[in-house]
């Protein structure tokens, strides 16, 4: 059974979704996050997922921002728009976005969970299985879909820079 649901927001600041640690100050940019996977769709790889990050502006999408994204498995680098895959954690997914004429944003999105029916191997002499081709498991995930939006420098600051 495939299940889906969306969660959107769009005007919240980035802060917002850092949770209590305090770390994430003075933000003025936005994420949005949508497209919250079911995980019950096809075997997933129960250690890493895909997002897509994309990058925006007051006008529009923003083409070749450099983002970064972490978790306390590791760092990885996009440029927006694109795809990336992450190790899965249930710790905050950090980013940083930067693009020239911009501001940097930083934030975090907080993990959930779902579960998933994990990759399994089958070999031609394996008769009948164990019986739990069908087990699921619960990892931690991130929304699928990451939009990002920069705020574009003052004039005096693009000058400055």
């Given at each position: 059974m495939k299940t889906a649901f969306a969660v959107a927001i769009s005007i919240l600041p980035l802060y917002a979704f850092a949770g209590s640690g305090g770390q994430l100050n003075n933000l003025q940019n936005v994420v949005t996050v949508t497209e919250a996977n079911s995980g019950q769709n096809n075997a997933q790889d129960k250690n890493r997922e895909e997002l897509s990050v994309a990058v925006?502006?007051?006008n529009g999408?923003?083409?070749?921002?450099?983002?970064?994204l972490s978790n306390d498995k590791g760092d990885w680098s996009v440029t927006a728009p694109d795809k990336v895959t992450v190790r899965r954690s249930s710790s905050d997914l950090k980013i940083e976005c930067a693009k020239t004429g911009y501001d940097t944003a930083t934030g975090a999105?907080?993990?959930?969970?779902?579960?998933?029916t994990p990759k399994r191997f089958t070999f031609g002499t394996d008769a009948g299985g164990d019986g739990e081709e069908d087990?699921?498991?619960?990892?931690?995930?991130?929304?699928?879909?990451?939009?990002?939006?920069?705020?574009?420098?003052?004039?005096?600051?693009?000058?400055?820079n």
């Open positions: 925006v502006d007051a999408p923003v083409a070749d921002a450099k983002c970064t999105v907080k993990a959930s969970t779902t579960q998933i087990a699921l498991i619960t990892v931690p995930q991130y929304a699928p879909t990451i939009t990002i939006t920069l705020n574009a420098k003052a004039a005096g600051q693009q000058a400055a």
